[in-house]
């Protein structure tokens, strides 16, 4: 039997300590297993011990309400104290359920419910999933290893085409695995098809409350280690590393896998320690087609992947093929049909959870390329026009009843073998007729979508918000596709266009998750500045100054976060953590030895900042001055985060006194000019002074 940490890397039973990380291992005294035999909620009968894991132990059961059927049993016994903390973990942990939940597929083993158990007088939390029958691919390598063989190209092409549809389905769904391997896999005995297991999101939730009794203790490692999944070797740098996840990075995993099936060697033996990807071509000798889009799927840099399933798919020469209801299919295998049984109300001894039923978040890189090529076609032209041209309210109003049966025909079609229905969105626009000028604005508007890699519903959310602040006479209604409201068409493209401009400016990596951006997000890059000893007040800082340059008439009253141009915001702040950890926006300022005084100086481009860090001890007397060429903003925060600023957005240049507290200070300096400002700063300190009272600013 094995046990895995919270990182998921797979340990001995008996072990104190992750041989790879050193995460400490909970003591498997602590939950008492389960015994074969036993019957849970008067339902389930416990047959073997599968496993362990950082959220408890695994069961093979019995489902006596499904004919004696078996299906596997995930205990959820998490090492916290507390009821607040064991009640938390429990809402994480049915969060994960739901989103799991709602996955339907014929190669993903079916979530069924989760429900509560009383055992040996304690409460027990259990999910349970269905069980596939068959070996995993890790031990099918073994046996083939002990034979000196591995698997052959042929086995490989008909695995990636096999399973590609199915990361495609998860990926549309919002869903990113983070753990593919060849232990994650399995090939079902049955029909021969490989299954997808063991969803890192599950995994997640483990690691998150395994450090939620110790968050307050070391907060700046525990979060930054949160969403720090997949096994080395496997999960790309940007998962290992910034816990960044994307469907390129499921891609980038499957590559891996299947390189460690083709040869029979670890990752570690096929790429080199420096970071290239390559050195597997020198004794793997494949077809130059499956070179290259193994090459592709490997690339060190995000950007350069393939960013969706389809795309490998299509680099394989095959299409993913869709039924009408829009569910994924292998040629061979029907869709997966839903048992009407699988959920079932527990009886009294047990205390069925509710599932959180995740909203599904179509990940932007499937999005865009299927966009981009239907737009291609006249009817997605049409579609584009009619969205954009009247608004969203329009395309939800008009077009949305009339195309239900067939959107998942048009936006899913990966070329032009599929023909849209155009007589459907004929009948619906009716007399629509643009000028050959708007006609033009429009086609503009599709090409710098996909040019910059962002999705229309999103643009169209944003530029409707502009356009209504600018307009709020019109109440939000919807725009006429005749010549009365050509006009406001105009300028409802005229501000599209002008949204396009700004958003250049963004990174592709900052931009691929514009309409995606959740508040945890805020959260996990507050925590990786923090592991540059950064505040989140300082990030917000160089974050407001770009967004507030690009944006200047936005109101920085309210929650910002909730409205379209929130995502933006949150996309500048991904560029500005990348630029503070490159070190291009964040400098630490040594004294010279023996000197107490010292003076840094930098240019700022409009919209441009920059954080400094110093560290002094408490009751040290010191004096900023700054003097800049332009108009700057100028801030000051002490060690604490829950202390007060001393500077905040502060025009005056100037700050004198004693200091609160022993440790490390930030500084930040934003840009308010429009031209490009150059600036000093000079700092004094020393442990008497003599400070001008009138010097220092009212907070």
């Known amino acids: 039997m094995t046990f895995s940490c919270s990182q998921n ?24 297993k389960l015994v074969a035999g036993e019957l849970l909620s008067w339902r389930y009968q416990v047959l073997s011990e599968l496993g362990q894991g950082g959220f408890g132990r695994t069961y093979l059961a019995q489902d006596a309400n499904r004919f004696n059927e078996s299906c596997v049993l995930k205990e959820f016994a998490p090492q916290v104290e507390g009821e607040a903390a064991l009640q938390k973990a429990e809402e994480l942990f049915a969060r994960e359920a739901g989103t799991l939940y709602q996955l339907q597929h014929s190669q993903i083993p079916r979530f ?5 158990a009383e055992w040996q007088g304690r409460d027990r939390l259990f999910l349970v999933q269905d069980y596939v029958e068959g070996q995993t691919y890790q031990e099918l390598l073994q046996t ?5 063989q591995s698997f052959s190209e042929t086995e ?9 549809p199915v990361l495609d389905y998860i990926h549309t769904a919002g869903v990113i695995h983070r753990d593919i391997s060849p232990d994650n896999l399995i090939l079902r005995q049955t029909d021969r098809l490989p299954v997808l297991i063991d969803y890192g999101g599950v995994k997640q939730v483990a690691a998150r409350v395994a450090s939620i009794s110790q968050r307050v203790a070391v907060p700046m490692v525990q979060s930054g280690a949160i969403t720090r999944l997949g096994k080395v070797g496997y999960a790309p740098a940007e998962q290992l590393d910034h816990g960044e996840v994307h469907p390129h990075s499921d891609l980038y995993a499957l590559a891996v896998t ?8 670890e990752p570690q033996t096929l790429f080199t320690a ?11 000798h494949l077809s130059p087609n499956l070179t290259k889009v193994l090459t592709k799927m490997l690339d060190p840099y995000p950007s350069r992947r393939y960013q969706s399933a389809q795309e490998v ?15 994924p299919y292998s040629p061979s295998i029907p869709a997966f049909t839903p048992d009407p049984a699988t959920k079932v109300v527990s009886p009294a001894r047990a205390q069925t959870i509710p599932v959180l039923q995740a909203k599904p978040n179509t990940p932007r890189p499937a999005v865009r390329k299927q966009f981009g090529s239907v737009g291609r076609s006249l009817a997605g032209l049409a579609l584009l026009i009619t969205m954009i041209g009247v608004g969203w309210w329009a395309g939800v109003k008009w077009l949305a009843p009339a195309l239900k049966s067939k959107l998942p025909e048009i936006i899913r079609s990966t070329g032009n073998q599929v023909k849209p229905p155009v007589k459907a969105i004929a009948q619906t626009r009716q007399e629509t007729v643009f000028s050959k000028s708007e006609q033009s604005r429009k086609q503009q508007i599709q090409d710098r979508l996909d040019q910059l890699g962002i999705n229309s519903p999103f643009l169209v959310n944003l530029v409707n918000q502009a356009f209504y602040a600018k307009h709020p006479e019109l109440k939000g209604q919807k725009l006429g596709t005749g010549t009365a409201d050509s006009g406001l068409r105009t300028d409802w493209d005229e501000l599209a266009l002008q949204c ?20 945890e997000d805020v959260r996990d890059r507050q925590a990786a500045a923090a592991q540059l000893n950064l505040s989140g007040r300082a990030l917000n800082d160089l974050t407001d100054a770009q967004f507030f340059h690009w944006f200047p008439t936005v109101s920085r009253q309210g929650n910002l976060l909730n409205q379209p141009m929130g995502q933006i915001w949150q996309a500048i702040a991904v560029d500005k953590l990348n630029a503070l950890r490159s070190g291009a926006a964040l400098e630490r300022i040594e004294f010279p030895s023996e000197h107490f005084s010292h003076q840094v100086s930098g240019t700022l481009k409009p919209g441009q900042s920059k954080a400094y860090l110093a560290n002094f001890t408490q009751n040290q007397a010191l004096r900023l001055k700054l003097q800049a060429a332009g108009s700057t903003r100028l801030s000051f925060y002490p060690p604490s985060s829950k202390a007060s600023a001393l500077l905040e957005d502060s025009a005056n240049p100037n700050w004198s006194g004693k200091l609160p507290d022993t440790g490390v200070y930030e500084i930040t300096i934003v840009s308010d000019s429009q031209d490009v400002v150059n600036y000093t700063l000079d700092l004094a300190a020393a442990d008497e002074m003599t400070v001008n009272p009138g010097a220092v600013p009212e907070n």
């Open 258 to 265: 299947s390189l460690v099936l083709l040869s029979g060697q």
């Open 9 to 32: 890397h797979l340990n001995a039973a008996d072990s104190r300590f992750c041989r790879i990380c050193g995460e400490p291992l909970p003591p498997t005294q602590s939950s008492p």
């Open 500 to 519: 396009l401009d700004e958003l250049q400016g963004l990174s592709a990596e900052a931009r691929s998750r514009l309409g995606q951006y959740t508040e």
């Open 156 to 164: 490989i092409t008909n695995l990636l085409l096999q399973l590609l």
């Open 313 to 327: 798919m299509q680099a394989l020469g095959k299409a993913i093929e869709f039924k009408p209801s829009g569910q």
């Open 274 to 284: 420096k970071g290239d990807r390559t050195r597997w071509q020198q004794s793997l």
């Open 144 to 148: 083939r290893q002990q034979q000196r």
């Open 112 to 116: 069924r419910e989760l429900f509560r």
